[in-house]
């Protein structure tokens, strides 16, 4: 009943249907490799709210270069650990980090750099502040930064990728985003390989600077496209096997209008 499937025809529907299945399988084990290193970032961002900080040098690595140099970037279970770090903020290179949305508003984050007495530097977000009048691009009146020793206390983050261009308006260093290499081309000494995010510092940060919310990685997402990639596999191979008995059961004549009458069921004619 079955012998058809030996054809070269049904055989290379068959080899079809096993590659197709088996991508959709390799494609959702790709996601849920993708929801475990998420769920590892969320734990990691929790775990860092209650956890007491340690020097910066033992999460990141301290950068061997000379000036215009980034460090290694830290290992990914070093991100979004808490650290600390003593120097005093070179406020003749403030980055500021321009489209950055807080609360449905769009402003700038600024970023700088810490220098530390080994005469290498992190740099550190001190928080979000809205633009001058006049739009979103407008630079904004910055909040006054230390200029003595500062300890500041907050969580590694990791270099962000697609940085863009880092220019020199109005004085002063402009980024889209907080590209970690890009920046220390511009700075005159080895930077660490990732920044800081603050959460507080000594003496105080000026309150005008808003922190920046840490929003957890979205993995349910990606779990939903485990589930859905493996029920795509399954439901390829079913369809192999329901297209298969159809045809078996035509062929031998079973379905359609070829099916044989059962003449017994028809009524005696009075």
């Known amino acids: 009943m079955y012998r058809f499937l030996l054809t070269p025809r049904w055989l290379g529907i068959l080899a079809l249907t096993l590659v197709a299945a088996a991508v959709m399988v390799l494609l959702g084990n790709w996601q849920l490799h993708r929801y475990e290193g998420r769920t590892a970032i969320n734990e990691r961002i929790d775990a860092s709210e209650h956890m007491t900080p340690v020097p910066l040098a033992e999460k990141v690595p301290a950068p061997t270069g000379g000036p215009h140099t980034a460090g290694p970037a830290p290992a990914d279970e070093a991100t ?102 890009g920046l220390a081309r511009e700075l005159p000494y080895p930077v660490y390989g990732a920044y800081v995010l603050l959460d507080e510092q000594t003496p105080a940060a000026d309150p005008a600077f808003r922190a920046v919310p840490i929003g957890h990685t979205n993995n349910w997402q990606n779990l939903g496209y485990v589930v859905q990639w493996w029920l795509f596999a399954a439901m390829t191979l079913f369809g192999y096997g329901w297209v298969a008995r159809r045809e078996a059961r035509r062929m031998a004549g079973l379905d359609g209008p070829s099916a044989p009458i059962d003449r017994a069921a028809e009524p005696t004619p009075a």
Do not use: K
């Not at 769009?106 to 739009?135: K, N």
């Not at 500062?150 to 907080?178: F, K, N, Q």
């Open 80 to 181: 979004w650990t808490r650290v600390t770090a003593t120097g005093r903020y070179d406020t003749e290179n403030i980055v500021l980090v321009r489209g950055r949305t807080v609360d449905r508003r769009v402003g700038f984050e600024v970023v700088t750099p810490l220098r530390l007495a080994d005469g290498s530097a992190v740099l550190v977000d001190l928080g979000w502040i809205p633009p001058a009048p006049g739009g979103a691009m407008a630079q904004p009146q910055l909040p006054a930064v230390p200029t003595g020793e500062v300890t500041v206390v907050g969580r590694v983050h990791a270099s962000e990728s697609e940085a863009g261009a880092v220019d020199r308006r109005e004085g002063r260093l402009e980024t889209r985003r907080v590209g970690v290499p």
